[in-house]
């Protein structure tokens, strides 16, 4: 079965500083993988996603997430956080039918 | 319909009794998760459906639980003889095809204390 691993449950960033939230997962047997926002009092959203191709995969609102088959990891990143990146992140990675979700990173940006 | 839509969105209920979660998902999406969040646990998968039927059921977590889809739309969660490690917050989600592509769409959730 696949898993992901997400090390960090809390990462306290100041505004405007860069961020990374680290994802690692469990196979590189066809690995398909996943970031899901969820702001505050908010259902979970889609961010991004990596299916095959290009290792990077960049969202519209400025994260983008790299696939590294070395390190089995699928870290996120934004070089430049707002106050409204508040929320809670959730890597997942395909098992099957489903997904599966890492335990989730807070973020807090912090003025 | 637009989204994903999940009720009641906050249920409160004592401990003992059994409480029916709904969930409508996206019109024309065959497949159907729900999951369990719990503070700090992350997103638990209970059970997908493929149109009325559920290949995979193996995240339920006793025999209180158990769910069913009809007309390949509605989904009822049913928890029996609910328990206070039962709180929670109950997400549905679907999907169009193949989930390696689409991703899911998530509802809002329900949140269930159990008092």
């Known amino acids: 079965a696949q898993s992901v691993t997400q090390l960090d449950s809390q990462v306290p960033v100041f505004e405007e500083a860069p961020v990374e939230l680290r994802c690692n997962y469990s196979?590189?047997?066809?690995?398909?993988l996943f970031w899901y926002v969820q702001y505050p009092n908010q259902g979970l959203q889609l961010l991004l996603k990596?299916?095959?191709?290009?290792?990077l995969v960049e969202s519209i609102n400025g994260f983008e997430a790299e696939f590294n088959k070395s390190q089995t990891s699928f870290h996120l990143r934004k070089p430049s956080v707002h106050i409204s990146d508040t929320a809670e992140y959730f890597c997942?990675?395909?098992?099957?039918?489903?997904?599966?979700f890492g335990a989730g990173t807070i973020l807090r940006v912090k003025s | 319909g637009a989204g994903v839509s999940q009720s009641p969105s906050n249920k409160v209920t004592e401990k003992g009794k059994d409480v029916e979660l709904r969930c409508d998902p996206i019109?024309?999406?065959?497949?159907l998760y729900w999951y369990r969040q719990s503070l700090g646990q992350g997103l638990e998968f209970l059970i997908y459906f493929q149109g009325n039927s559920a290949p995979d059921k193996s995240g339920l977590p006793s025999d209180r639980f158990s769910a069913e889809r009809t007309g390949g739309s509605v989904s009822t969660l049913t928890i029996q003889r609910t328990q206070q490690e039962d709180s929670a917050v109950y997400l549905c989600?679907?999907?169009?095809?193949?989930?390696?592509?689409?991703?899911?769409?998530f509802g809002s959730g329900t949140r269930l204390t159990v008092v």
């Open positions: 989600a679907s999907s169009l095809g193949q989930v390696r592509l689409m991703g899911y769409t």
């Open positions: 196979s590189s047997v066809s690995v398909y």
């Open positions: 990596y299916l095959s191709g290009s290792t």
């Open positions: 019109s024309g999406h065959t497949a």
């Open positions: 997942a990675v395909k098992d099957g039918n489903k997904l599966v």
